[in-house]
DNA sequence: TTTATTTGTTAACTTAAGTGAAGGAGTGAT
DNA sequence: ATCACTCCTTCACTTAAGTTAACAAATAAA
């Protein structure tokens, strides 16, 4: 478990031994289980969340309805807008399946980015690469209709499709649970 | 001009004159006539943009077709993925206004976060509130009906809608030109 | 000035997503 | 085992966006 998260650093900066340890020694990791709320609307926590096992998703509860709208799976990163502007939450966060977590708090990352600065570079290139990536996932959510929005999904993460619930996805693609249902028998007959 | 470059920078950091005027002295500012394209698809180039005045915009063609996604007006910061990623890009980027712009060359960035620290922090600063800030403009995107993206445009940047070419308004908001001109008729019968 | 070209609007028609309702399968609780 | 609840699918109907085409207005080019 704790090679995951050395070697998801290691992509971004080269830690000596010493670092490592006092990195794992913050012992941020936690047990999660399916249904449980991260993060409430409103709510203004000051944790962020890296994935090492499960799915955990940013969700709205618009008119009544629940709205999902990001996914966060093992590798993933995810830091609050509430953390970023101190400021309450738009949005839930909430664990889809049984997952494992590295949660840290803001005040705590920035004792770390004083102690190694190497850090706060790290911290740097990761969000610069998930916003220039963010920017093409939107682009593409735009330029694409719901179908092709799916059958993009099923290349790019087929895996999703399996582990998630179809309502879920649905607001993720941008659609009603019964157009996604609707769009699936399309395609489906299409192959066949 | 210079002082809005120096306004924007104190929001994350504070400078001392050497700093200002080290970064002055880099002399970055470039006048660009409207239509111009800064970036092309498949191109490689290490620049990042800065917009002092005026509008850029990210497009796409695809099957021939403009595909506007994003605009950049005052005081807004855009690198490229091909940039971060040091790959070809995804998309083109042009002028839609003669503007002034802050044009820097990623090895030049590397250079004055080497030199000054304090500008590094201001990078990850910055790239982690545009990426918040970018997750609840996609989530709102999904959650919102074409005509509601529209309604909510014109209460958050009224002035883009006068600035820019309603084709490429429409792409922005993920429809055609001729649903956008249907749709503002349809607003406006309401309103009177 | 005249001629193209681009841009925005309108209209008729097609297609697909939204809506409301119903029913079945699966899950969990009592 | 029964009941309640959630989740998914299906259907009929409504609504709005996509499509194709035509045209007027504005802009750029000859």
């Not at 993060?39 to 994935?51: A, H, I, R, T, W």
């Not at 694409?144 to 799916?150: G, H, I, V």
Request: hydrophobic share 35%; with cysteine.
């Amino acid at each position: 478990m704790k090679d995951i998260l050395l070697d998801f650093i290691s992509k971004y900066i080269s830690l000596t031994e010493d670092e490592k340890n006092a990195i794992l020694s913050l012992d941020l990791f936690r047990s999660v289980k399916k249904g449980t709320v991260l993060l409430k609307e409103g709510q203004n926590s000051k944790d962020s969340f890296f994935v090492l096992k499960g799915c955990i998703r940013i969700y709205y509860i618009i008119e009544g309805e629940e709205k999902t709208t990001a996914f966060y799976t093992e590798m993933d990163a995810l830091t609050p807008h509430s953390v970023i502007n101190n400021a309450p939450s738009d949005y839930f966060i909430g664990c889809v399946e049984d997952s494992i977590l590295l949660v840290s708090n803001s005040d705590m990352e920035a004792e770390i980015n004083s102690k190694f600065p190497k850090f706060e570079l790290m911290c740097r290139k990761l969000s610069e690469e998930l916003l220039a990536k963010q920017r093409i996932d939107f682009d593409k959510f735009k330029t694409s209709s719901p179908e092709q929005r799916y059958q993009n999904l099923l290349q790019s993460r087929p895996d999703l499709i399996q582990r998630v619930p179809q309502h879920q996805l649905a607001s993720f693609l941008g659609i009603k649970p019964q157009s996604l249902s609707r769009l699936r028998g399309r395609i489906h007959e299409k192959r066949s």
